[in-house]
């Protein structure tokens, strides 16, 4: 009597289990595109202020600490991280050409593990884009060591001094070579999905007046020349990466007329942002709008500024997230951001984005921030497509599914080869959301009962490389 029960539960058990298979069937159905805004942070590693802690942990101890940024990042809802792997004329990964950093395990140390290597395939793991952060032309810090092999070392006629740094020389041909080649070693032999550059290429006042014999217009040509030049040679490389840089958030004094600075980029930094856009030799920019909403250097004036000169090319400004009760500005609360957030979104031109800097302010919760990132950040979001540089879209995949235990198997099958990433869609009533991004690897995910009990809908969607939407494999029951 008990074995014959048994059968027949075990005969039920199959049989709804069987039933509930059936119900999920691929249709001929779409989903709504997934939201796309560009929500980033800057991991700084140079003064290891965001990663590593501190210099000479051990490999592990490293590894730990760069996983629970990226993990965290997830969490709040970021979709890349903007990685520095080149501080000063040194390597946070395996360089052909230049020493393992400082920041590290000592000046020349092989911390004994590539952290650009596993940066990339934890972030992408988890949905995330990695954008490797190269400081072009700073190449020494307060005397401190350098190791063997590196440019300061080897090339000393490049070196300018400017203040307690030295730099290479921006207008020499020889430096500029040298860094474009280091670049674009990074972009050919690892899958980072952007080359971002930061604001320093002739140094901030009072040092800008190295001895290099040029007036701001040459040096300007020469910027120009470097930055147009990068563009070319990521994009005949892999034309997916993109090419972001941050410039000082004000492009000279008087543009918008009511802001002042001490600083013009245009004159002192030989940054010409604003003929960056015109041309296209960027992908995005990200200028350092670090001020307050409300001030003569307002960010709303200055994010409508660059969006009205920008005719392509998406502005996604970068918000000081540091400043957040600081000695620099201790009435600023974690509201300002959540506003900053909204203004951009309210006068971008081509499509939203945001970058905090840094991880550090992000990572402790500086006065209460993630409660703002949770506000405005309510679910996951792709990055924007970069159409321009390329319009493949990926086939419909062929998507299955199955119960296992504790959830349902959600198993596809791809029409090509095309897709960068896959991004997991679940829907109720007509109501979706993105669920998670996985990389163009995985050919499966367990959804928790918890959730597939609660959804009527499942789409599997391929995203190219340069972002394009591809048609999604659409489940109903």
């Known amino acids: 009597m008990l074995v014959a029960m ?27 595109e997934p939201a796309r805004e560009f929500r980033a942070a800057w991991v700084s590693t140079v003064y290891n202020l965001d990663w590593p802690s501190r210099a000479g942990l051990s490999p592990a101890q490293q590894r730990a600490e760069l996983l629970n940024i990226i993990e965290k990042a997830r969490q709040m809802r970021l979709n890349a991280i903007i990685l520095q792997v080149r501080p000063n004329g040194d390597a946070l990964y395996n360089s052909r050409y230049e020493p393992w950093s400082a920041w590290l395990s000592g000046a020349g140390v092989n911390p004994g593990y590539d952290p650009l290597a596993f940066a990339i395939d934890e972030a992408h793991k988890r949905g995330l884009e990695v954008h490797a952060w190269f400081n072009p032309f700073r190449a020494t810090i307060s005397g401190r060591p350098v190791g063997r092999g590196h440019i300061a070392l080897k090339r000393r ?18 430096a500029q070579e040298h860094v474009l080649k280091v670049i674009l070693d990074v972009v050919r032999r690892y899958d980072i999905d952007g080359v971002h550059l930061d604001d320093y290429f002739y140094p901030y006042p009072p040092n800008n007046n190295i001895a290099d014999g040029k007036t701001p217009a040459r040096r300007r040509a020469a910027i120009n020349h470097f930055v147009s030049t990068l563009y070319r040679d990521v994009k005949d490389i892999k034309p997916y990466v993109r090419v972001g840089i941050s410039p000082f958030g004000i492009w000279q004094p008087g543009y918008p007329r009511q802001v002042e600075a001490q600083v013009n980029a245009y004159e002192h930094l030989a940054c010409d942002a604003r003929l960056w856009l015109q041309k296209g030799w960027v992908d995005y920019l990200a200028p350092q709008l670090y001020w307050r909403i409300s001030g003569k250097q307002s960010f709303t004036a200055l994010m409508q500024w660059w969006s009205s000169i920008n005719p392509n090319r998406p502005v996604w400004p970068g918000i000081a997230s540091v400043r957040i009760k ?64 390329g319009n493949t879209r990926p086939g419909r995949p062929a998507v299955a599914a199955q119960n296992v235990r504790g959830g349902c198997r959600i198993t596809w099958r791809p029409a090509d080869r095309s897709a960068r990433k896959w991004a997991v869609q679940l829907g109720r009533g007509g109501r979706w959301f993105l669920y998670c991004v996985l990389p163009s690897r995985a050919n499966a995910i367990v959804l928790p009962a918890s959730v597939s009990s609660r959804i009527d809908r499942i789409a599997i969607r391929p995203i190219s490389a340069c972002g394009n939407s591809g048609a999604p494999g659409v489940l109903a029951r």
Do not use: H
């Open 157 to 174: 006629d490049l070196l300018k001094k400017a203040g307690s740094t030295m730099i290479l020389n921006p207008s020499a041909p020889d």
């Open 6 to 32: 048994k059968r027949l539960f075990a005969m039920l058990l199959f049989c709804l289990m069987a039933t509930a298979v059936q119900a999920w069937q691929q249709v001929n159905e779409t989903a709504p």
């Open 326 to 389: 600081s000695k620099e500005d201790p009435g600023r609360t974690a509201a300002e951001i959540g506003a900053q957030i909204a203004a951009t979104r309210r006068y971008a031109r081509q499509s939203s984005g945001q970058l905090f800097w840094s991880w550090r302010s992000l990572g402790s919760n500086r006065g209460g921030v993630l409660r703002e990132l949770a506000r405005y950040y309510p679910e996951a979001a792709l990055p924007p497509a970069m159409p321009w540089c």
